[in-house]
């Protein structure tokens, strides 16, 4: 079955950087877009990241096609069946549980991981 675990997830000044990790499974990895949602308290689940291989060869992950919110940069390893969310200069307003999300007939999503940014 289709399993995506987050974590990277914590406590960080305005200003720092996190990296999130998404560990997939149970699904052909390569050959999905896979996304990074975030959700604070009282707002809708909004899109963070994209990153779309359609065409690129399996181990030539540079050549994705990412979308991606300014400071931020998703990137994935094909081998190892990850993909990540780098985020930099995080402000207050980056505060959120981050997902990570495949669309294989439906949405899947992981457990969450969460991000605080405060001094």
């Known amino acids: 079955q289709v399993q995506l675990v987050e974590s990277g997830g914590g406590l960080v000044q305005p200003g720092g950087s996190l990296r999130l990790s998404c560990a997939a499974s149970?699904?052909?990895?390569?050959?999905?877009?896979m996304n990074w949602y975030r959700q604070a308290p009282g707002n809708e689940r909004e899109l963070v990241a994209v990153i779309s291989c359609i065409g690129v060869s399996t181990g030539d992950t540079k050549k994705c096609a990412v979308t991606v919110k300014d400071r931020f940069t998703i990137y994935r390893d094909n081998d190892k069946k990850m993909v990540y969310l780098q985020m930099n200069s995080l402000k207050p307003e980056d505060a959120a549980v981050y997902y990570c999300?495949?669309?294989?007939?439906?949405?899947?999503w992981g457990q969450g991981t969460q991000v605080t940014v405060s001094s």
């Open positions: 999300n495949v669309q294989i007939m439906k949405d899947y």
């Open positions: 149970g699904f052909a990895f390569s050959i999905y877009d």
